[in-house]
């Protein structure tokens, strides 16, 4: 599967146009090696690190995807490497805010 389809299916970008700039900026790195193309192929067991949002993100995939479903659909699709379950925490619950 491609790596840009992939990242569209599993909801790391909102648009397909997003998901080939993720991957054709340079930072992506597939299995430890950079990735420059939205073309690159991937497979179930490939690991995935890219920035994202302000923090790098490392998914393991764990299925292919057969199109863009629903977020819980998308969720089961990798296991997060990096100890991120979601999104980053907010307001009272940010790292270093005074509770």
């Known amino acids: 599967?491609?790596?840009d389809l992939f990242l569209w299916y599993a909801r790391f970008a909102k648009t397909r146009p997003l998901a080939q700039a993720i991957c054709e900026a340079?930072?992506?790195r597939l299995d430890g090696r950079r990735i420059?193309?939205?073309?690159?192929?991937?497979?179930v067991g490939t690991v995935l690190a890219?920035?994202?949002?302000?923090?790098?993100?490392?998914?393991r995939i764990d299925a292919l995807p057969h199109r863009r479903g629903p977020p819980a659909e998308a969720a089961a699709l990798y296991v997060a490497l990096d100890g991120?379950?979601?999104?980053a925490p907010k307001g009272v619950d940010a790292p270093g805010s005074a509770a």
């Open 1 to 3: 599967m491609r790596l």
């Open 84 to 87: 991120t379950a979601g999104p």
């Open 26 to 28: 340079g930072t992506l």
């Open 36 to 43: 420059d193309r939205a073309h690159a192929t991937v497979r």
């Open 50 to 59: 890219f920035p994202l949002h302000g923090r790098v993100r490392v998914v």
